[in-house]
């Protein structure tokens, strides 16, 4: 019999846009000889089950399960390809933990902690080769003397992004003083982010991003490294997602010695934050001291055919349908 799973995607934020492409992606992608595969689709407005003719059918939310012509469906595991609010920040993991239902992502607790850019910092800030931007983090009580808290502690240009956010929404690149407030207020207002915001010294540096992830035999695979290199000021929304704006390399341009330092580095972020199932690690290369400097954890990373996973996955000579089987696998293990 084959393993029925829930495919979930959508969102309550303007994430939902790139997880439904996602999901596309890995819905193609999937080994239908081996899996029975339903895309569920979590909104404000509900959760349904979408069949191949686009009608909705509600998921019956006391243990996620499906009525399907009077046929209950129970699923045997949720792949997660939601991004932002409610499948990054451990809140539909807690859903899931609570009915019993295995899942492709890292847990409740984790999803939430790194969905805390500040945070996570802190966790992960002694690890060893591994650097972390001096930073500022703001509450919504800071907000009236934010400028005079980033002033007297950081020095231009900054990086100030929503503390809870994702695909670089709300972000801004601040080179004089007279941008700051406005880039404050943006970050502050961004959607279902929390009203944090999280201030960075500037780090001039190449930009990667390098996934990583655990198979069905317990072992850590660290995959290559993808290189960023945007005409953009910053990798900000659209420079992620409108085409021409981006070159991105992989496997990245990295020497042996580099690759193997990140590697080390990447794995001790993992464990340090108790990750599970694929995780996607953003860093920058200094240019003057050839230093590591975090950026951020993506624990439900995009998965369309241009995304970086799917470029790593097939940089290390996977194919896509394998990795995701080995996602599933690596979930259903006890």
């Known amino acids: ?24 992606f890995v819905y193609s992608q999937i080994d239908k000889d081996k899996y029975d595969v339903y895309l569920v689709d979590i909104t404000s407005q509900g959760w349904y089950y979408v069949d191949e003719n686009g009608d909705k059918h509600d998921i019956l939310k006391d243990d996620f399960s499906l009525l399907l012509n009077n046929v209950k469906i129970n699923f045997d595991v949720a792949f997660i390809i939601l991004h932002g609010t409610p499948g ?38 002694d690890i060893s080769e591994l650097n972390v931007a001096k930073s500022v983090l703001l509450f919504e009580n800071h907000r009236s003397e934010a400028v005079q808290l980033v002033e007297s502690k950081l020095n231009l240009p900054y990086f100030v992004k929503p503390n809870a956010g994702g695909s670089s929404i709300g972000m801004s690149k ?12 943006k970050a502050y207002d961004a959607e279902n982010t929390g ?30 490294a993808t290189e960023v290199k945007t005409t953009r000021e910053f990798f900000d929304f659209e420079a992620k997602y409108v085409p021409g704006l981006t070159e991105e390399i992989t496997p990245a341009d990295l020497t042996q010695e580099q690759q193997e330092r990140a590697a080390r580095i990447i794995k001790e972020i993992y464990i340090r934050l108790n990750c599970k199932g694929m995780v996607r690690v953003d ?52």
Request: with cysteine; glycine share 8%; hydrophobic share 40%.
């Open 195 to 224: 009203a944090q915001v999280l201030v960075e010294e500037f780090v001039s540096g190449r930009e990667f991003s390098q996934g990583i992830f655990r198979n069905s035999k317990g072992e850590l695979v660290v995959l290559p």
């Open 283 to 334: 860093f920058f290369l200094e240019n003057d001291t050839d230093k590591f400097y975090f950026i951020e954890i993506n624990t439900i990373p995009g998965q369309t055919a241009q995304s970086f996973i799917p470029q790593q996955v097939r940089a290390f000579g996977m194919k896509e349908s394998d990795f995701y089987s080995e996602l599933i696998e690596a979930a259903l293990v006890k």
């Open 1 to 24: 019999m084959k393993t029925k799973v829930a495919l979930v995607t959508g969102g309550y934020t303007g994430e939902a846009e790139v997880s439904y492409k996602s999901s596309k």
């Open 88 to 125: 990054e920040d451990g809140r539909l993991q807690g859903y899931f933990d609570m009915v019993g239902l295995p899942y492709t992502s890292c847990s409740a607790l984790t999803s939430s902690l790194t969905m805390n850019k500040g945070y996570t910092k802190a966790i992960i800030a």
């Open 174 to 185: 601040v080179k004089v003083a007279d941008e700051l407030q406005e880039a404050l207020d």
